[in-house]
């Protein structure tokens, strides 16, 4: 009876592990999305800013 529970044991980890792996990979895509975001975030308000004090050079 006790093989028996290892091996449905063992399975039930191979098929979580696998899980586990496949959210690592979402993860990593997801954080560099994120980091390519906030750069490109940066930037806009950085040209928004600087947009700005053009306009209000004109004034």
Request: aromatic fraction near 8%.
């Amino acid at each position: 009876m006790i093989e028996e529970l290892l091996e449905c044991y063992r399975d039930m980890l191979l098929v979580n592990f696998r899980r586990v792996k496949e959210i690592n990979k979402g993860r990593a895509y997801y954080d560099s999305l994120k980091d390519l975001s906030s750069k490109n975030k940066r930037k806009f308000q950085i040209s928004l800013m600087e947009c700005h004090k053009d306009i209000q050079g004109l004034k």
